[in-house]
């Protein structure tokens, strides 16, 4: 599959923003995830954005795309301790019509007091 | 949004039995679903992805009759681990999706512990 890569972690504190940045290789990517996954849990879609878009907002969360140097970030404006969990970026290229999701590590985000 | 259910959430079982894992698609119609594995502070890896109807696609490495999948309806597939070993222990996800009318998102099950000894 193609590579998506994230830093492993971020320590943030409370009421902080915090930012999350991811690089994909995918030239063809189409759309662009940002995946929430609790401890045990399954993983949660918390936006997307379209690679002809540069920034999509959606209450706390704000992302930025720059399809140049292939990278994505989050922003999560006044981070809150529920926001402690696994950040996936992820890519999907449809031009390859399977639909598969290609799935970054994953950013342990740590929310402290 | 959309709601994945899997069943069940957790399960131990001995070495040499099969065991089955169920995926839904509550309220929706899910034209494809995939069958994602996860280790301990891992990524996920795709298994296969499953069209209803049709015989599922396996990813490179992954033994088919092994890791049996029926995606029998529009809102159901199964993975069948069989003759279960203490090394397929592991989380196992899936997501669901209708791709028809040119959406995009999957829907992601709140996945199941398998815990072979």
């Known amino acids: 599959g193609e590579d998506v890569e994230q830093s492993l972690f971020l320590s943030v504190r409370e009421g902080d923003s915090s930012v999350i940045n991811c690089t994909y290789t995918d030239s063809s990517s189409t759309y662009l995830y940002w995946y929430k996954q609790e401890p045990g849990a399954g993983l949660q879609l918390l936006t997307y954005i379209f690679s002809n878009m540069d920034m999509k907002q959606d209450q706390r969360l704000t992302v930025l795309l720059n399809k140049k140097d292939k990278h994505l970030s989050l922003r999560i404006a006044d981070t809150q301790t529920g926001d402690s969990a696994i950040y996936f970026c992820?890519?999907?290229?449809?031009?390859?019509?399977?639909?598969?999701?290609?799935f970054g590590a994953g950013t342990t985000v740590t929310v402290r007091a | 949004g959309a709601v994945v259910s899997q069943h069940p959430s957790r399960v131990i079982c001995k070495s040499g039995t099969s065991v089955k894992i169920e995926c839904r698609s509550l309220?929706?119609?899910?034209?494809?679903m995939f069958w994602y594995r996860q280790f301990p502070k891992k990524s996920l890896m795709l298994m296969a992805t499953s069209n209803e109807g049709s015989k599922a696609t396996y990813e490179q490495g992954v033994e088919k009759d092994k890791f049996l999948i029926n995606h029998a309806s529009l809102t159901l597939s199964t993975l069948t681990v069989t003759s279960a070993h203490p090394e397929d222990s592991s989380f196992y996800i899936c997501?669901?999706?209708?791709?028809?009318?040119?959406?995009?998102?999957?829907?992601f099950g709140p996945g199941t512990r398998l815990t072979v000894l």
């Open positions: 992820a890519e999907i290229s449809l031009r390859s019509n399977d639909y598969k999701l290609s």
């Open positions: 997501s669901a999706a209708d791709f028809s009318g040119g959406a995009h998102e999957q829907f």
């Open positions: 309220d929706f119609q899910a034209t494809t």
